[in-house]
């Protein structure tokens, strides 16, 4: 019988493909055992591709299978909350996707019925496992900018042809751009900045990829606890405008180029009044290092990188977002009180 620690991907999904499943392989003493689809023949062509040892159509199928012990789920978004609650119930360990659930409390019961299981959950908001990100953050913390006053958030892009399904043309999967795109913003803000988002406007845009009242481009204004203001850029549509993060303190700023990305690349400039300094960074895998720290979480060594609670909060604030654009009116964030 295998020592190892058995995975179970919810979802056959292009993240798994792309990125999920190596970071979980390149973790010593786990193992991908089943992969469950809605469909049994995508299930099956997903195993038999990876050599995964056992493909099922239903995620009670999985869940019921004694090899897992942990579940990955990466379906699209309306189905999260059903998944999380049932893989808690089974017993099992949890990392979701982003966004959590299409609503707060969807998300607030994910969260309790993984405490109340007595199973670790997490988020996979992998931007903060950039070493780009975090060392802007270490040098935020440690006083390089002085006091942090405005950020700035480049994050238009061009959706991928094989992704413009879901995302463009199901609201009721959570789709859009605020969900996909401004939900992982926010979180690294959040983690830059070590403060909460408390209110929230913007305007939404659907230029030529959204459909059914989806938006596919966004801007918006957060005023955080501490006082800072971030203007974020999100898009689906646009293809040179190239990504980056900018942190703006009393005495420097600092600027992140190239780094809204699922790469391990881009740089980091600090610019102060003695000029502009290019910050070292070691670049790693940002979802291997990302389920590292779960690993670590789970055998009890170690937070995760984006904790459940993460979650929830990325995703209130990007509600929020959503709801100043179709409202067109400054929306205060709920305060929230969780226990993860
Ligand atoms: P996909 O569209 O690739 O997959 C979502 C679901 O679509 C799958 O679970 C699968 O259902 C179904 N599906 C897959 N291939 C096909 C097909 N050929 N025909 C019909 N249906 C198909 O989505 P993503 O991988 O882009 O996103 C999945 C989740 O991951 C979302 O929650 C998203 O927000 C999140 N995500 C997170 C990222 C991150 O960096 N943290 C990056 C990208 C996505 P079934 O499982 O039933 O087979």
């Not at 999904?13 to 786990?30: E, F, K």
Request: proline content about 3%.
């Amino acid at each position: 019988m295998s020592t190892s620690t058995g995975w179970g991907l919810i979802g056959a999904s292009t993240i798994a493909r792309q990125h999920m499943l190596a970071a979980i392989r390149a973790q010593a003493g786990h193992e991908v055992v089943s992969v469950a689809s809605s469909n049994a023949d995508r299930a099956r062509a997903f195993a038999a591709e990876f050599g995964i040892a056992s493909a099922v159509d239903s995620v009670d199928a999985l869940l019921a299978d004694p090899a897992v012990k942990v579940v990955y789920i990466s379906t699209t978004n309306e189905l999260h909350r059903q998944q999380v609650l049932a893989a808690a119930r089974a017993g099992k360990h949890v990392l979701c996707e982003k966004p959590l659930a299409l609503t707060l409390d969807d998300a607030l019961a994910m969260v309790k019925a993984c405490r109340d299981a007595g199973v670790v959950m997490a988020t996979n908001h992998h931007l903060r496992n950039a070493a780009t990100h975090r060392k802007m953050r270490e040098l935020i913390q440690s006083g390089v900018i002085g006091r942090p006053l405005f950020a700035r958030v480049f994050h238009a892009v061009y959706l991928p042809p094989n992704l413009q399904g879901w995302r463009l043309d199901k609201p009721q999967a959570g789709g859009g751009v605020i969900l996909d795109i401004t939900v992982h913003d926010v979180d690294t803000l959040r983690f830059l900045l070590g403060a909460e988002p408390v209110e929230a406007v913007g305007m939404g845009q659907s230029a030529y990829l959204a459909q059914q009242g989806l938006e596919d481009g966004v801007m918006a204004v957060l005023r955080f606890d501490n006082g800072v203001l971030a203007q974020l850029h999100d898009a689906f549509t646009v293809k040179h405008a190239g990504t980056g993060i900018e942190i703006h303190g009393d005495a420097g700023s600092l600027i992140g180029r190239d780094v809204m990305t699922q790469r391990p690349i881009g740089e980091v400039v600090l610019r102060n009044e003695s000029g502009e300094h290019a910050v070292p960074v070691h670049h790693e895998n940002l979802y291997a290092r990302g389920v590292a720290a779960f690993c670590a979480a789970m055998q009890g060594t170690g937070a995760p990188a984006a904790t459940a609670e993460d979650g929830v909060r990325s995703l209130a604030a990007a509600l929020a977002v959503a709801d100043a654009c179709h409202r067109g009116t400054l929306v205060r964030l709920p305060a929230l009180s969780i226990q993860g």
